[in-house]
């Protein structure tokens, strides 16, 4: 258009010569023509260098790197080509991943901790950057497939080979809590233990309060709302310190005594062939998936060659269907690391024996989490309290027999294979994993 337009205002008059540098222009027929060649050329050079540039951002991206700016948690590495975790940033990031997964906190609360908690900032450019996150920033992170290995790239979604934060299935949950149809959404506390005690006496909620005395010494304090109308609770302050000793003194009578520990494990142990046969059924049944889903992406392209499809419609589908492609893949990779048919009961045999030692060393969103997998129905009066076991747990006293190892064990395998307890023993992997905590950020 700006190349006919010149030559336009040259027949008209409006323009009376040209020069250029490097080429000789006559304001004749002959010069028009020419210039019209050379202005056809220089589209040409665009239109090819650009085909070029998405030829080699196409390229890239089916080798498993973005050819963009890598997001925050990550870096381009110059040297390679590819993408690497950013060593100030990456466990920060993977550590709102967790708070969303665990239900310990939203997308709002993180961003309050990442800037006044964790000095978390973004990465400094030439002249940007430098600066806490925004809460939309939040929001795009936990909503971008890249942090679960995925490049979506025109359209279409491709295997990445960087180093993944969340696996597909944890990305997906991650979706459903924050656009509010996840059942593990809650609301987030500043202090460790409120909105899980309930008052004893009237029924309602304990919450907890700051307190400085004369002396300008700080406390916590944990008390009954006593927001009851119809009655006046009487029920006095307890201190954060003493009731913490409380909660660890429960968590220590739930764990599992040593002997009964390596007994099981020994046990379970000796059934890993059986385990093994199993994983290679599972994995035949992913290998059939897997390649049913390759004959459905390739029947969706016969689609749209056909006409049948438009584009919206075999775009839409395609990613779809890649997307399950990819996380079919990843369930077969997984296979092959650890999770059997007992890896459940393993699992919450090792936690119940652990529990004591990462409640006494954790952090109060660890120590808040492990009462919420060990206990149920806490409860407080005169300062005392109340808490029950959750199944599969109990309280193991020093006459504990064989027999109660028996009962526990029944207990333990119907929890494991209650679709219901999943996001228990999710939490359970995390702590287990020390994937909830990033250093440096307590």
């Not at 028996?406 to 999710?426: I, M, Q, Y």
Request: hydrophobic share 35%; proline share 4%.
């Amino acid at each position: 258009m700006d190349g006919g337009r010149i030559i336009y205002l040259l027949d008209k008059g409006k323009l009376k010569d040209l020069r250029f540098a490097t080429f000789s222009f006559e304001n004749n027929s002959q010069g028009k023509f020419m210039l019209s060649i050379i202005f056809g050329y220089s589209k040409y050079y665009v239109d090819s260098l650009s085909e070029n540039v998405r030829r080699g951002m196409r390229a890239k991206v089916e080798r498993g790197w973005l050819p963009n700016f890598a997001p925050a948690g990550y870096l381009n590495d110059p040297e390679t080509g590819g993408i690497i975790p950013d060593p100030e940033r990456f466990d920060a990031i993977a550590r709102m991943w967790r708070l969303v997964l665990t239900g310990q906190a939203m997308p709002r609360r993180i961003w309050e901790m990442a800037g006044k908690e964790w000095g978390l900032t973004t990465r400094t450019r030439k002249r940007i950057g430098g600066a806490p996150f925004t809460l939309s920033a939040i929001y795009k992170i936990l909503k971008n497939p890249f942090y679960a290995g995925v490049i979506e790239w025109e359209g279409a979604s491709h295997p990445g080979k960087h180093q993944a934060m969340v696996t597909l299935s944890e990305f997906a949950r991650v979706q459903e809590i924050i656009s509010g149809s996840g059942k593990a959404r809650r609301k987030t506390h500043e202090f460790s233990y409120t909105g899980m005690i309930r008052c004893d006496e009237c029924g309602f909620l304990v919450t907890a309060e700051h307190k400085t005395n004369r002396h300008g010494s700080h406390y916590t304090y944990y008390h009954c709302s006593w927001r009851r109308l119809d009655y006046q609770c009487v029920q006095r302050s307890v201190s954060a310190e003493r009731l913490e000793e409380q909660f660890a003194g429960f968590v220590e009578e739930t764990s599992l005594p040593k002997k009964f520990h390596d007994f099981e494990m020994e046990r379970m142990g000796g059934l890993t062939a059986e385990d093994e046969a199993l994983t290679l059924k599972q994995k035949q049944v992913l290998e059939q998936k897997a390649s049913a889903l390759d004959s459905q992406l390739g029947n969706l392209k016969k689609l749209r060659i056909r006409d049948i499809l438009d584009d919206a419609e075999f775009l839409e589908e395609r990613q779809k269907l890649t997307r399950e492609r990819l996380q079919v893949a990843e369930e077969i990779g997984k296979l092959g690391e650890t999770r059997g048919r007992f890896e459940p009961d393993r699992l919450l045999i090792q936690f119940n024996k652990e529990a004591a030692s990462r409640f006494r060393d954790g952090s109060p969103e660890e120590k808040r989490l492990i009462v919420g997998i060990l206990g149920s129905n806490p409860r407080l009066r005169d300062r005392e309290l109340k808490i029950d076991a959750a199944k599969p747990f109990r309280r193991w006293s020093k006459t504990t027999t064989i027999s109660d190892l028996r009962a526990f064990v029944h207990d333990v395998r119907t929890f494991a294979t209650n679709p219901e307890s999943a996001v228990k023993l999710e939490k359970m992997r995390l702590l287990m994993d020390d994937r909830l905590s990033a250093p440096g950020l307590e």
